[in-house]
T-cell receptor
Framework: ELKVEQNPLFLSMQEGKNYTIYCNYSTTSDRLYWYRQDPGKSLESLFVLLSNGAVKQEGRLMASLDTKARLSTLHITAAVHDLSATYFC?????????FGAGTRLTVKP | DAGVTQSPTHLIKTRGQQVTLRCSPKSGHDTVSWYQQALGQGPQFIFQYYEEEERQRGNFPDRFSGHQFPNYSSELNVNALLLGDSALYLCASMWTSGAETQYFGPGTRLLVL
């Protein structure tokens, strides 16, 4: 059975610091997604990673994918308060999208 | 260009009742997926519809059923509601031949009393 594990589940960091969120999955997949969710809101797409070695960057966020290790990372550079949210990774296996439990990020001044 | 829309936004039902949730996909999208998100958890995949047929289904009982119409809009029906069905129900759409991500609607928050 496909399992998607994120860590950490909770992350409190200072503004200006860097940190990485990890997403491990148990079955081969060629599509990995990162989403952001603000409290009480829906999911906002951040990145789609489609191949081994894929790296995408948007602002202070950078995502990468290692399909051999079944690992994706979401790196946060010089965090700001506006990045406070819950971040989910999701893996697509034959149109069955499995989400991780989410990482609740709080960025403090 | 309207994004994914869902109705209603909020709903309160009692145990044993039935509910129908509706979703209109983003323009140009032909595939609709439904998710259940309990408080504090990640979304759980219910099923996906393409060409008016259920293409894939997650680990949900038969009480959960759906439909896709010729205009690609979709409904999620839940029968014999249980307290544990209280959750945010999210609809997402995509173009099945594309490499882009799914786009999520704002969700319907269902409370079962």
């Amino acid at each position: 059975e496909l399992k998607v594990e994120q860590n950490p589940l909770f992350l409190s960091m200072q503004e200006g610091k860097n940190y990485t969120i990890y997403c491990n999955y148990s079955t081969t997949s060629d599509r990995l997604y990162w989403y952001r969710q603000d409290p009480g809101k829906s999911l906002e797409s951040l990145f789609v990673l489609l191949s081994n070695g894929a790296v995408k960057q948007e602002g202070r966020l950078m995502a990468s994918l290692d399909t051999k290790a079944r690992l994706s990372t979401l790196h946060i550079t010089a965090a700001v308060h506006d990045l406070s949210a819950t971040y989910f990774c999701a893996v697509d296996i034959n149109n069955d999208m499995r989400f991780g439990a989410g990482t609740r990020l709080t960025v403090k001044p | 260009d309207a994004g994914v829309t869902q109705s209603p936004t909020h709903l309160i039902k009692t145990r044993g009742q039935q509910v129908t949730l509706r979703c209109s996909p983003k323009s140009g999208h032909d595939t609709v997926s439904w998710y259940q998100q309990a408080l504090g958890q990640g979304p759980q995949f219910i099923f996906q519809y393409y060409e008016e047929e259920e293409r894939q289904r997650g680990n949900f009982p038969d009480r959960f059923s759906g439909h896709q119409f010729p205009n690609y809009s979709s409904e999620l029906n839940v029968n014999a509601l249980l307290l544990g069905d209280s959750a945010l129900y999210l609809c997402a759409s995509m173009w099945t031949s594309g490499a882009e991500t799914q786009y999520f609607g704002p969700g319907t928050r269902l409370l079962v009393l």
